[in-house]
């Protein structure tokens, strides 16, 4: 069974900085392209960010280019999204897949907020 479990999240003021995790599982993850995605209240959900199944690609929205960092690491299972310069409008539930899978994780919240 895919599944994936998203932390990290939190309350940030502007300018502050978080880093997402997601731990993922019931699939070889090593063998796939991973992204970020984000929702927040009203809207529809985004993509944040992509990485290759190898790490050596990445991608990222234009609005979060240059602040957001996507990584991971193979013998973990896991991916991160390092999150620098945050912005109110960063206020979100983030979550993580793979492409090929239809399962979404619970996500995690992160308020940008004074």
């Known amino acids: 069974q895919v599944q994936f479990v998203e932390s990290g999240g939190g309350l940030v003021q502007p300018g502050g900085s978080l880093r997402l995790s997601c731990a993922a599982s019931?699939?070889?993850?090593?063998?796939?392209?991973m992204a970020w995605y984000r929702q927040a209240p009203g809207k529809e959900r985004e993509l944040v960010a992509t990485?290759?199944?190898?790490?050596?690609?990445?991608n990222y929205a234009d609005s979060v280019k240059g602040r957001f960092s996507i990584s991971r690491d193979n013998a973990k299972n896991t991916v991160y999204l390092q999150m620098n310069s945050l912005k109110p409008e960063d206020t979100a539930v983030y979550y993580c897949?793979?492409?090929?899978?239809?399962?979404w994780g619970h996500g995690t919240q992160v308020t940008v907020s004074s």
């Open positions: 019931g699939f070889t993850f090593s063998n796939y392209a």
């Open positions: 897949k793979a492409f090929q899978f239809a399962s």
């Open positions: 990485i290759g199944d190898v790490g050596s690609v990445t």
